[in-house]
């Protein structure tokens, strides 16, 4: 598993905390590996959810920081959504 999934579990678990998301997500970070978002938090798994979000590692990372709006990665093509667009739209205002 690598660093950047791993640092990725944790600061979503910190996100997360107290917050009330009752889907499945999916992170796909290109050439990394893959992170599940569900109610029970964040963990390093490649698992069927209700939307996968996909993007490059750099990307991610700026997300993560707040240095990057996932709509606009979204809207420029950075961050790409396969599924559930509603799930989304209610993680992306989780993880504010």
């Given amino acids: 598993m690598s ?22 997500a999916k992170f796909d970070i290109e050439g990394e590996g893959a992170v ?10 490649d698992e069927d959810a209700d939307v996968t979000l996909s ?18 990665a979204f ?3 950075k961050l790409k959504v396969d599924g559930d667009m ?4 209610k993680l992306a205002s989780v993880l504010g």
Avoid: H, Q, W, Y
């Fill in 36 to 45: 599940m978002i569900d109610g029970a938090g964040a963990r390093a798994a």
């Fill in 3 to 24: 660093d950047i999934v791993n640092e990725a579990v944790t600061v979503l678990n910190g996100k997360l905390e107290g917050a009330d998301f009752d889907g499945t």
């Fill in 55 to 72: 993007a490059d590692a750099d990307t991610f990372k700026e997300i993560l920081a707040g240095e990057t709006n996932p709509t606009s």
């Fill in 75 to 77: 809207m420029t093509g």
């Fill in 86 to 89: 509603g799930m989304a739209m």
